[in-house]
Structures are given as C-alpha cells and as structure tokens.
C-alpha cells in the first residue's frame, strides 16, 4: 500500500523568508502523481502544485517550488518570499497513474508566518 | 475551471437524526466522487468513492449502512449520515475526479461542518 509521510507537524516562518516543507512516499509504482495541497482557515482545499513522476524536471508554480527525488522518494515543497496569506495546513498527497485513482494524503503540516 | 459545490457549509442536528450532504459539478460530469471525513488539525481520511450509477466503495472500518452514499447521476453525489450520534460530529468534504488531457487532478468542496447534539 502506498504510504504518505509527513514528519513536521508544525513549521514556523518570518515574512519574506525562505520554508521547505519536506514529505516522502512509498510506492512500487512506477507511474504516479505528487501534490501538495493547502487548507487554509477556511478549510477549502487548495492545489498548490503537482509533479508528474515521469518528469525529471521540478514542477515550479510562481514562489512554489518542489525538490522531487524519485530514487529517494521525497517530494519536498519550497516557499519563497514567504507571505502572510500562506499561512495553512500543507498536505501533500499522492496518486498512482490511471483514470479515478484515489489520493492518499499526508497528516499534514501547520505552517505559520511571522510578521 | 470545474467547480464542485457542497451544500450545506455548515449543519446542526440531534442526535438519532439523518443528515444529507449534497455534492454537485457545475460544469463537468462527475464520474467519481470521493468522500472524506477531517477531525481538527488532522488530515483527510478517505471514507468512500463513488461511481455514477454503481454502489459506493466503502474503506475499511466505515460503516457503510451509517453513511449513505448515492451517485445516481453525473453531476450529484449525497452523503446521508443516518441516526447520527455526537462522534459523527466532523467536517466532510467531497472531491471529484477529473481528467483533461491526459492529466488527472482533484477539485474539492468547501466542506460541510456537522455538528450532532
């Protein structure tokens, strides 16, 4: 069964800073996708950036970026330039390749921002 | 983008009641539909899927005759809590699959907070 870990139950950041939100997986798939979610305050459930395993390359998404190790299997978020809007619960998720697969989600990280 | 609207945001009820919990795409057709349960500050823990015009997959340990769920079109999915108790009390979210160009994602209701007194 596919497994999503996420150590750092809360990480804490100064406005304008740099963060890495770090998670790792395991899968004996070979094909697969990786997310990272936020859940503001209000609880809606944003995408925040997604990494096809078959790519090589990082996703980058504006101040979001990820450090995709697939050998290693460890999909770590980076926030630059951190701002007050980012703080949230980060999730990050994982599915594997094929038509209406589930999402298996990480416990989480509560990331807050420091003015 | 596809749009998911989960009705209602927010409901009380008393114990030994039934709560429906509606899920509708806007502007897609939902073939799937998961449905999640979230305690505070905890992740989402998927509780089934649900695939138009066939009987939910239920996780294990969710009780399937506790927690209603029909699919009997592409663009509704519900969620009945029956004879809810005060543990039933917690933030259920649904999410439908979706698909464009070969590429898969997610897109999520705003949630419905159950409250059971």
């Known amino acids: 069964a596919q497994t999503v870990t996420q150590s750092q139950p809360e990480m804490s950041v100064q406005e304008a800073e740099t963060v890495t939100l770090s998670c790792t997986y395991d899968?004996?798939?070979?094909?697969?996708?990786l997310f990272w979610y936020k859940q503001p305050p209000s609880r809606q459930m944003i995408l925040v950036i997604r990494?096809?395993?078959?790519?090589?390359q990082n996703a980058t998404e504006n101040r979001f970026s990820v450090n995709f190790q697939k050998a290693a299997k460890s999909f770590s978020l980076k926030i630059s330039d951190s701002q007050l809007g980012d703080a949230a619960m980060y999730f990050c998720?994982?599915?594997?390749?094929?038509?209406?697969?589930?999402?298996?989600f990480g416990k989480g990280i509560t990331l807050s921002v420091r003015p | 983008g596809a749009v998911v609207s989960q009705h209602p945001s927010r409901v009380i009820c008393k114990s030994g009641t039934s709560v429906k919990i509606e899920c509708r795409s806007l502007?897609?057709?939902?073939?799937?539909m998961f449905w999640y349960r979230q305690f505070p500050k905890q992740s989402l823990m998927l509780m089934a899927t649900?695939?138009?015009?066939?009987?939910?997959?239920?996780e294990q340990g969710v009780e399937k005759d506790k927690f209603l769920i029909n699919h009997a079109s592409l663009t509704l999915s519900t969620l009945t809590v029956t004879s809810a108790h005060p543990e039933d009390s917690s933030f259920y979210i649904c999410?439908?699959?979706?698909?464009?160009?070969?590429?898969?994602?997610?897109?999520f209701g705003s949630g419905t907070r159950l409250t059971v007194v």
């Open positions: 990494q096809e395993a078959y790519k090589q």
């Open positions: 899968t004996s798939e070979s094909d697969y996708y």
């Open positions: 502007d897609f057709q939902a073939t799937t």
């Open positions: 649900s695939n138009e015009g066939s009987k939910a997959t239920y």
């Open positions: 999410s439908a699959s979706i698909a464009a160009g070969g590429n898969y994602g997610y897109t």
């Open positions: 998720a994982y599915r594997k390749s094929g038509a209406n697969s589930k999402l298996t």
